[in-house]
């Protein structure tokens, strides 16, 4: 196995975008796929293996530190899971029979979608007219009630669990396919349509998601080992940067968003989505 350190930028780049995607709840393969793609030039198949491989290391650590916190819903998260990881085993399986160029055109619109209705759920107007009585109401009525390790009391009820099946579904199938989407639809559910806290939100995604890209990843990295020669090689090369920067980044995510007004958050993760989608698009192009 030859490595190469052409790929040394990625550590520092790697850190930032784990610390994002772990204080918001965004796959971080939403950023690395395209970077591979277009500043590496990677082929996509490869760079949608190594993106998934790299996200599994990053929430992996984001994952622990959330976990030390207390704030995983483990119950709704096994609900989540029953429909991820068949689907992302599904995905990966049909993955080179769907055009790439067409599941990435139809998740960068609806990431565009989601990005303006997370944005509208959360105008200033319409948080100052509800929030009064959404906190009232959760206080009286509500499903789950959940303590961190701090002594906060997170009440809420998730909504419409059938959306949040089919979310899973499409979104597990999006991971096994291109390595985008289940972090994604999760937020606009959780966070847009059912109003689950923030935080509660962010890290029972991330549970849902490590699980569901450990088994999407392990099917990419087999292939790749098969594979071996020139494609192993550059998938190593890649992943010997971001793993340990996603590590760090995963770390450092937790406390962020621990520290971030939930109300802007929310506004920065709709901005974010509606950003990333247009890039995605505009990848199609390049």
Not at 113 to 137: D, H, P, V
Not at 209 to 236: C, K, N, P, R
Not at 251 to 279: A, W, Y
Request: glycine residues 8%.
């Amino acid at each position: 196995m030859e490595l190469s350190l052409e790929f040394w930028y990625l550590f520092p780049v790697s850190i930032l975008i784990a610390t994002i995607a772990m204080s918001t709840g965004i796959g971080g393969a939403v950023f690395f796929s395209p970077l591979f793609m277009l500043a590496l030039k990677l082929e996509p198949k490869i760079a949608v293996g190594a993106a998934l491989i790299t996200e599994l290391f990053g929430f992996s650590s984001g994952l622990i530190a959330y976990y030390k916190t207390k704030l995983i819903d483990f119950k709704l998260a096994k609900n989540l899971l029953l429909f991820s990881v068949p689907a992302a085993i599904v995905g990966a399986y049909y993955a080179e029979m769907v055009p790439p160029m067409v599941l990435k055109a139809i998740f960068a619109a609806g990431l565009v979608f989601i990005g303006f209705q997370l944005f509208n759920a959360w105008r200033k107007e319409e948080r100052e007219k509800k929030e009064a009585e959404q906190r009232e109401e959760f206080a009286i009525n509500h499903e789950s009630e959940l303590t961190d390790a701090e002594g906060n009391t997170y009440r809420y009820t998730v909504c419409n669990r059938n959306m949040g099946r089919s979310f899973a579904a499409v979104g597990g199938a999006f991971i096994g396919m291109i390595s985008v989407g289940l972090a994604e639809l999760q937020e606009y559910h959780l966070v847009a349509r059912c109003k689950v806290p923030t935080p509660v939100a962010v890290a029972t995604s991330i549970f849902v998601v490590v699980i569901t890209v450990l088994v999407a990843s392990a099917g990419h990295f087999y292939e790749f080992a098969v594979a071996g020669g020139e494609v192993l090689d550059q998938v190593m090369s890649v992943v010997m940067f971001t793993a340990p920067g996603v590590v760090i980044g995963g770390q450092i995510g937790p406390k962020l968003q621990k520290n971030l007004p939930e109300d802007k958050m929310k506004v920065g993760i709709s901005i974010l989505f509606v950003i990333l989608g247009f890039f995605m698009l505009y990848t199609l192009t390049t």
